[in-house]
């Protein structure tokens, strides 16, 4: 095993140790909706098992219905297989000395094995007489172009119609102009060309922005108020800074190394190459979190183990540079635990800007839904011409009406894998011919 892959595994030991620990002392949990439950268990109003058991339910179909089969189409793990699986771990590990010792180290373990069994699923892909792993990447394929649309989508949600269709047509118009003008010759028959996703969803941001801005605020200081009655909560994060820190450079590192993305659209554009663009989209992204981060951490005295996710901007930026990542990730986590108190008074000084965050999310969601459903059924189409669809549309359908649907964003990956792994099957038995 060469020097880099040790590092590798040295560094999502790391993540995968440090952040089980804070989530088994009650630091730092990465799913949002573990996060205001964790409270209730410090101050005993919940007990060890349901702080357990309230985990694994809220994390575990995450993890295999989305995080893992989202990640197993490119060589990038989605962070979500890591970070939802360290709060399961923590929750589960008993408290005090003991419990760090076991949840850090099987943290660590969770960590390296989620890098190699990945690996060992792709060398698995190889051996099937019908190997579909070409296929299954195309699921992303979709997520970068409806990425730029999610600013209108934002707008319209939180403005009206108009000045979401204003912003779309914007981006459309941006979207064309590049594609047909967009590249320059700078001389010697070299050529620069500028990426025409990533410039509309600048345009779309920007609209986003100076509308948001124009959201006039009510004079009420709700959030420094609610500052003062939860300053205690927000001195235990600031208590933590150290731990938290840490747990930000390892994010940083561990994507500057290309071993995680923060989220589908980042992991897709990092696959592709295009670091500017995966920028982009983790940049847009933190915006978005910071209202969330923030205010659930004023209120809980909970963290998250990755921040405002700004972490991986520095990750993408500073990719190949592990140790520049690092520090660089520590400090704006430092940073951002510092300015936790200051942020509260400023988001209310643009009330716009603070329901924006929301907003994003949201919009986010809804365009990420459709583009890996679409991804899906195309991946489907290409392992099984003449079936992917009808599989595609068929199960999203029924996943409606079962009683525990998996989540909307995993219905795409999930189908194109499933039926992969169902054309195989077939094969063997004599009831399908691959096309070609």
Same mark, same amino acid.
């Given at each position: ?122 060398? /698995? ?30 707008? !319209? ?9 204003? !912003?779309? /047509? ?30 509309? +969803? ?54 500057? /190394? ?22 982009? !989209? ?64 400023? +988001? ?28 899906? !059924? ?47 099957? +077939? ?10």
């Amino acid at each position: 095993m060469d020097g880099s892959k040790v590092m590798e595994l040295v560094v999502i030991a790391l993540l995968g140790g440090v952040c089980s620990i804070l989530a088994n002392r009650g630091i730092a949990v990465f799913n949002d909706g573990l996060r205001p439950i964790v409270p209730e268990f410090l101050e005993g109003k919940i007990g060890k098992k349901e702080i357990a058991a309230t985990s694994f339910a809220l994390s575990f179909g995450l993890v295999i219905g989305f995080g893992i089969p989202v990640s197993i189409g490119a060589s990038i793990i989605l962070v979500h297989s890591i970070l939802l699986a360290t709060d399961i771990i923590g929750s589960w590990s008993p408290e005090g000395t003991k419990g760090m010792i076991i949840s850090g180290a099987v943290g660590a373990i969770y960590g390296v094995g989620i890098v190699l069994g990945l690996q060992a699923v792709v060398d /698995l892909f190889a051996k099937l007489p019908i190997n579909f792993l070409d296929s299954l990447s195309m699921v992303g394929s979709p997520v970068v172009i409806a990425f730029s649309i999610f600013p209108a989508v934002a707008i !319209a949600h939180q403005h009206n119609f108009k000045k979401g269709a204003i !912003a779309f /047509l914007a981006t459309m118009l941006t979207l064309f102009t590049v594609k047909k003008f967009g590249t320059f010759n700078i001389g010697n028959g070299t050529s620069f060309t500028l990426s025409a996703e990533g410039m509309s +969803l600048l345009v779309g941001m920007i609209f986003m922005i100076v509308f948001a801005i124009q959201v006039k605020s009510d004079g009420n200081d709700s959030n420094q108020s609610l500052m003062s009655i939860f300053l205690e909560r927000v001195q235990r994060i600031k208590k933590n800074w150290i731990l938290l820190s840490l747990t930000g450079g390892l994010v940083s590192a561990a994507t500057s /190394l290309l071993m995680i993305a923060g989220d589908p659209i980042s992991l897709n554009l990092l696959s592709e190459g295009k670091f500017s663009e995966a920028a982009l !989209a983790a940049f847009a992204r933190g915006i978005g979190f910071i209202p969330l981060v923030f205010s659930t951490a004023i209120v809980t005295g909970v963290y998250s183990p990755a921040g405002t996710t700004f972490v991986f901007v520095v990750g993408i930026l500073l990719r190949g540079n592990p140790i520049v990542a690092f520090v660089a990730g520590a400090a704006v986590m430092f940073v951002e635990i510092m300015l936790l108190s200051g942020m509260a008074k400023g +988001l209310d000084r643009f009330p716009g800007v603070r329901e924006m965050g929301e907003h994003i999310r949201t919009s986010m969601n809804k365009v990420l839904e459709v583009a890996l459903l679409i991804g899906g !059924a195309m991946a489907s189409e290409s392992i099984a011409p003449g079936i992917g669809y009808f599989w595609v549309i068929g199960l999203s359908l029924l996943n409606k009406t079962a009683k525990k649907p998996i989540v909307d964003l995993a219905v795409g990956p999930v189908a194109a894998i499933s039926l992969g792994i169902i054309v195989n099957i +077939l094969y063997l038995v004599g009831l399908f011919t691959p096309v070609g």
